[in-house]
């Protein structure tokens, strides 16, 4: 009998190439020049008052905002904030519970970040450090805390799973810089503003946050403040509850020491930690307030900002460090002129004489040069300077989406720690685009001077995306980014249509046409695959008035010329590839805005469509001149589903009896489904470990290839079944628990894709892994060895096992990439000439592994890698042992298995 080295040797060729795993490959950078928006769509988002509230609801929230509160409430109307927190725990308890498992696909590993990289989301909070000013945190509304080590070159986020990753306000305590307060909550009124759950405080520079648990109900933090006499001292404006609250222990107690509607800012004067100043909202008005004992108690202002009526009377300030007592003041009323105040806030007189900022409740910030306390910058939809106290304002930034000048939407200014005015003049910047930054505020101007720190700041918010396989193009709408488009294989953007954006769609068959919406139905369409785009909503009567701040649209996914649009009624194009596309009117309005269209794949002519109050409608004959439409649930006699926001529909690829509606509201029951057409519904939320968080259901996709694999993205995260939707599980990996606006699988693919409110577009191919039968093997004197596998998934170790060997004797594996040829010679080789009859040798041998076997068993796992380009990878294993009696070369062979990684 040969040594079994010899065995592996002559078989198998050992000295071949070492095995090697596929490795990602690098994707070339691509930077699409940025598509202007004409001066066209320019007028018109300026006539439909964007960013303003209606005056109809004076003080009152937008419609923008109305529409993502409607989503959250319940059928009475009602929404808990603190019922996200609740989900949040839920959420956890999933995670934790599947944190081994894949159903469906979605297990550990797998997501791919596809950004985008170039685009950052809306950032209200910057904190750099006061003593390395290379380091830095950020704060985005939907995106968490994200910390640079190089001045904002680059970045990184702290914790996706922090708890809550609505960071509104981030402060720093100046004497312990380790110590950072992040507020959760965006209390500005802005429809796509995402609830909080109090203050997270770290104490070891960012890298580890706490919820601090006397703030666990606060909804809203929109500032904090840090005493710079005592690092103890704090003060924290909020929303619901709405007022000052005060802490003297570093957040562990607070009190709440100046109840007011809403807070929007307070600070401390930086000269004395007993002077402060904050803006309160009650009333429907805004006014100053001032403190002299360190926010102990507080008074109303005596003469100027008193009464600033509407949420457009937003108040910003800003101490002037450089002179005692002097405060200065920005004001959305009057068009954003300047204030200040010479005795610490007490008394206030306007300051400009020429035109103002334009600052009002969404857009309001200021800044005063610590060393010059005429010069200033105040910020609204772009940023102004003025170097007379406010008197005169000039405008310092031009900047739109994907542009070297400042987004815009101008949030918070910040030093770099080291400004003195003369060698340093430093200045950051954060709005709607991410963070921006000048190394001279004084020479920085409209054209020059300004430089993008958004750079991998990837928290862009999306509403809505869709894609194609083939290509792997990706695009989506976002808020304030416009319209996105990201190439294959990359993850920088194009802006492909500015202002905000919404529901997405691509054509299955021509990827180049796109579709796309600016709030309120206007829908467009790109031709040229995403590099720019123009309105097709002409005849749709309702565009720009009588539809949803982000309404649904959708292609047919039997006819991608057809495509469908929910304003108060339903919109349809039989030719959305026209020159000129011609709409009709398929279903009438009645009284609520249609928030969720579907169309069956098998039928066409079934369509469901939902609506904001939870009515649904459905027909039979789409097709017809004109539809009958049939109540699914009317809120009257019919009424199987309760009366919430219906946010998605889906019909069964396979069967149009069957479909599933997801709903809004912080609830246990988001996702029904019918097998009958609507005549009944089930829940289909699970329950405990393995059911839905009691949250919206934003999304619903189903597998291409197994109906029974179910998606959905909520307030709170992705979510997977496999089983129809009796069990649910999500992921401690990819987009974590951020709001998935969008689940939608890729054109004529199985690649899944998360469209996030905070942190981008992500990507996960689901496939299956496989172990699959190659051959058989051929007979031992203890039987025929018998080879298993467990199944191959990324980053879970593969056990191989070969049974019914001879006892005590050598044995290897044979591991490859090939199962048709090896070094020249075809496969399978028969072993005949080895003196080993019957016997085939049935892959290649990149690599193998020798053991000694026991009672007849050879076992061994093999390290599988966690890269998502190794999907679908396929290999090769097969067993040999030492067997004395068996044949004249004293070996024998297994069966050879052939496995495909998956997830």
């Given at each position: ?77 009602a929404f808990q904030p603190d019922a996200l927190a609740a989900a949040k725990a839920e959420w956890r308890l999933n995670a934790a519970y599947h944190d081994s498992l894949d159903n469906a696909g979605i297990g550990r590993f ?794």
């Amino acid at each position: 009998m040969r040594p079994l080295l010899a065995v592996a040797t002559t078989l198998c060729a050992l000295c071949a190439a070492a095995w090697h795993w596929p490795t990602a490959v690098d994707a070339a950078a691509l930077r699409a020049p940025i598509q202007e928006r004409k001066d066209a769509n320019k007028a018109r988002e300026r006539a439909n008052g964007r960013r303003r509230a209606p005056d109809a609801v004076p003080g009152g929230p937008d419609e923008a905002r109305l529409w993502r509160l409607e989503r959250m409430q319940d059928e009475t109307g009602a929404f808990q904030p603190d019922a996200l927190a609740a989900a949040k725990a839920e959420w956890r308890l999933n995670a934790a519970y599947h944190d081994s498992l894949d159903n469906a696909g979605i297990g550990r590993f797998g997501w791919v970040e596809r950004g985008p990289s170039n685009l950052g989301g809306r950032t209200r909070s910057l904190v750099v450090h006061p003593t390395n000013p290379n380091e830095m945190w950020a704060g985005a509304v939907g995106g968490g805390v994200w910390n640079s080590t190089n001045a904002g070159v680059s970045w990184a986020p702290v914790n996706d799973h922090v708890g809550n990753l609505a960071v509104c306000s981030l402060a720093l305590a100046p004497t312990t810089p380790l110590t950072i307060y992040a507020g959760t909550g965006e209390g500005f009124f802005n429809g796509d503003a995402i609830v909080g759950d109090g203050v997270y405080k770290s104490s070891d520079g960012g890298a580890t946050f706490a919820r601090l648990p006397a703030t666990a109900s606060w909804d809203y933090v929109n500032r904090i403040a840090v005493s710079p006499a005592n690092p103890s001292l704090l003060l924290a404006a909020t929303r619901s509850p709405g007022g000052i609250h005060r802490s003297v222990d570093g957040g562990l107690m607070w009190a709440n020491v100046r109840i007011a509607d809403n807070c929007l800012q307070v600070a401390f004067d930086p000269n004395d930690g007993s002077r402060c100043v904050a803006d309160v909202y009650e009333g429907g008005a805004h006014r100053v307030v001032y403190s002299t004992n360190g926010g102990l108690t507080w008074a109303n202002t005596a003469t100027g900002l008193v009464n600033q009526p509407g949420i457009d009377g937003r108040i910003e300030l800003c101490y002037a460090r450089s002179v005692p007592n002097m405060v200065y003041a920005s004001c959305g009323t009057n068009g954003g002129i300047i204030w200040r105040s010479i005795d610490g806030g007490v008394n206030w007189a306007p300051r400009t004489t020429s035109a103002g900022s334009g600052a009002a409740w969404y857009y309001n910030t200021l800044w005063v040069d610590p060393t010059d306390a005429n010069f200033l910058v105040t910020g609204a939809y772009h940023l102004y300077k003025s170097a007379d106290g406010g008197a005169t304002l000039t405008q310092l930034s031009n900047g739109y989406i994907n542009t070297a000048q400042p987004h815009p939407d101008q949030h918070q200014i910040v030093a770099d720690p080291g400004f003195n005015g003369v060698t340093n003049r430093r200045v950051y910047v954060t709005n709607d685009g991410g963070v921006y930054v000048t190394a001279d505020i004084r020479a920085a101007s409209v054209t020059t001077g300004w430089t993008r720190r958004d750079q991998s700041y990837r928290t862009t918010q999306f509403y809505g995306a869709a894609g194609d396989g083939p290509t792997g193009k990706l695009t989506g709408g976002t808020q304030d980014n416009g319209h996105l488009t990201i190439a294959a294989n990359s993850n920088v953007a194009t802006l492909t249509f500015g202002g905000d954006g919404g529901f997405a769609a691509m054509d299955a068959q021509n990827a180049n046409y796109i579709y796309g919406e600016y709030v309120y139905a206007q829908v467009h369409r790109s031709t040229n695959g995403g590099s720019s785009a123009s309105y097709i909503d002409g005849g749709i009567t309702e565009a720009g008035s009588a539809a949803n701040f982000i309404a649904p649209l959708l292609l047919d996914p039997s006819d991608q010329r057809r495509l469908y649009v929910g304003a108060a009624s339903l919109w349809l194009t039989s030719d959305a590839r026209a020159a000129t596309v011609a709409w009709s009117n398929v279903k009438p309005a009645v009284g609520s805005y249609i928030a969720a269209i579907a169309v069956a794949p098998s039928d066409p002519n079934v369509v469901w469509v939902g609506h904001n109050d939870g009515r649904v409608f459905k027909t039979n004959n789409a097709l017809a001149a004109a539809p009958t439409w049939v109540a699914v649930d009317d809120n009257g006699a019919a009424n199987p589903l309760p009366n919430r926001y219906v946010c998605r529909i889906l019909i069964d690829r396979t069967n149009p009896q069957v479909a599933f509606v997801g709903l809004g509201g912080f609830a246990g029951d988001n996702l029904r489904k019918t097998s009958n057409g609507g005549a009944s519904f089930v829940d289909v939320t699970g329950a405990g470990a393995t059911g839905l968080p009691t949250a919206p259901v934003y999304g619903i996709a189903q597998h291409p290839q197994d109906p029974a694999y179910l998606y959905v993205g909520t307030a709170v995260g992705i979510y997977a079944s496999d089983d129809g939707g009796a069990t649910w599980s999500t992921s401690n990996d990819g987009p974590a628990d951020v709001s998935v606006d969008e689940v939608v699988f890729l054109n004529n693919s199985t690649t899944l894709l998360a469209a996030t409110h905070g942190r981008g577009l992500w990507t996960i191919a689901l496939r299956e892994p496989v172990v699959a039968q190659l051959g058989p093997g051929c007979a031992g004197s203890f039987g025929t060895p018998t080879l298993t596998a467990s199944s191959p998934e990324l980053g879970k170790p593969v056990a191989l096992r070969c049974a019914n060997l001879r006892p005590g004797q050598q044995g290897l594996f044979a591991l490859g990439v090939s199962s048709t040829s090896y070094l020249g010679s075809p496969l399978p080789l028969d072993l005949i000439v080895f003196g080993m009859p019957g016997c085939f040798a049935r892959t290649s041998a990149e690599s193998l592994v020798i053991g000694t076997n026991s009672n007849g068993m050879l076992e061994t796992t093999i390290p599988m890698p966690t890269a998502s380009a190794t999907l679908g990878f396929q290999f090769f294993v097969q067993a040999f042992s030492q067997d004395p009696l068996v044949n004249a070369f004293g070996a024998a062979a297994s069966n050879a298995l052939a496995l495909t990684v998956g997830n």
